[in-house]
């Protein structure tokens, strides 16, 4: 750089500060990782999409012929190539999953592979040297948890979280939660740490413990709002409205749904607004009144739709269960008994433990 006269300093810091300042314009350039929730190009093609400025468009770029590009392709009903991979986010079955590709609705190629351990294990074997140095042949293995790179380490103990969770091992995800909140307040990430406490939340009222989870979820929402990082505060107004619920304070939970409304019309992830969705449709569904009811059915309906069709297996089976219970509780028992008998076969069947549990107990 010198050659051309460019003269540039690297600053340290910690990762959640440097984000910050990346989602406030504040640095020039920086390195990171991005990897897709979902499988379609889109999801990358976002980062550079003008109204994602303060967002996930860390650059701010803002070309609006490529904005207007951006939109129509997001208006076509399908991506050309459709890749399901049926692991973390779209299920597992037991050490097998599928990878399918997809043109149109027509299966071009399909796969299935086996893994040599269980994905628990793969998460484990990752957190501990021994583990990682037997499934690499013996090799020497240096584990960021033991190098003093605890971020790395907090990602992987909240992800083998969500997994135990998804396999109904309530304590297991805890444990984890609780541990990499730990290693991210140690390191400084307040906002890191208040994401994980909003899987634990989640998981609170899972345990049946609203109260716990209305807490942790505020507590979270506070720090969302402090680092002005609007996409984690909608998922934060979705789970608060659930914690709500549970509770039975319906006008507290409308007042959520209400307030996270803007953020999620504007965010790109298609998981997370699909997440937020399914919350909003239960909060709607919940009053009890027929019109209520039947927007909260297609808005449902619509998410289903969707995550079928993009292959996202636990947000269709978390839909779907949304949909049977309303349907129990406020419409059609027979079509509700049915649906959720459905759902609570198909998630057995991939791996979703604790949806099955679910929809086994709405029945």
């Known amino acids: 750089m010198d050659a051309i006269g460019l003269r540039i300093v690297f600053k340290q810091d910690r990762m959640q500060e440097l984000r910050k300042m990346a989602r406030l314009g504040k640095i020039p350039m920086r390195d990171d990782g991005w990897n897709a929730d979902y499988p379609d190009a889109e999801n990358f093609m976002q980062l550079l999409y003008g109204p994602n400025t303060g967002g996930e468009n860390n650059a701010q770029f803002d070309l609006p012929e490529y904005n207007r590009l951006f939109d129509q392709a997001r208006a076509l009903p399908d991506s050309r190539l459709d890749a399901q991979v049926t692991f973390l986010q779209s299920g597992y079955s037991r050490d097998k999953a599928r990878l399918t590709v997809r043109e149109g609705g027509k299966v071009l190629a399909t796969q299935e592979v086996v893994f040599k351990a269980s994905p ?25 948890r033991e190098t003093g790179e605890k971020h790395e380490s907090a990602v992987a103990l909240a992800n083998l979280g969500s997994l135990s969770m998804q396999q109904g091992d309530l304590t297991a995800a805890q444990q984890n939660y609780q541990e990499s909140i730990k290693l991210r307040n140690e390191i400084g990430e307040k906002s890191g740490a208040a994401e994980v406490s909003l899987l634990l939340a989640s998981l609170s009222i899972e345990e049946g413990n609203p109260s716990e989870g209305e807490a942790l979820a505020r507590k979270a929402l506070e720090e969302f ?12 107004h979705a789970i608060l409205a659930q914690a709500l619920l549970a509770q039975g304070k319906l006008n507290l939970a409308q007042k959520e749904i209400a307030m996270g409304k803007p953020l999620a019309a504007k965010t790109q992830q298609r998981v997370l607004r699909s997440q937020f969705e399914i919350a909003a449709a239960e909060v709607l569904a919940a009053s009890g009144k027929p019109a209520n009811l039947q927007a909260a059915t297609a808005s449902l309906k619509a998410v289903m739709q969707e995550a079928e069709k993009k292959g996202i297996l636990g947000v269709l089976y978390e839909a779907r269960l949304a949909l049977g219970k309303a349907e129990m509780k406020h419409g059609n028992k027979e079509d509700g008994r049915a649906r959720l008998a459905e759902v609570e076969r198909d998630a057995s069947a991939s791996g979703f433990v604790l949806i099955r549990r679910k929809a086994a107990t709405a029945l």
């Open 120 to 144: 628990k294990a793969l998460y484990e074997a990752l957190m501990e040297a021994k583990q990682h140095s037997a499934f690499s042949g013996g090799a020497p293995a240096e584990i960021s």
């Open 225 to 236: 709002r402090a680092a002005k990082i609007s996409e984690s505060q909608i998922s934060a």
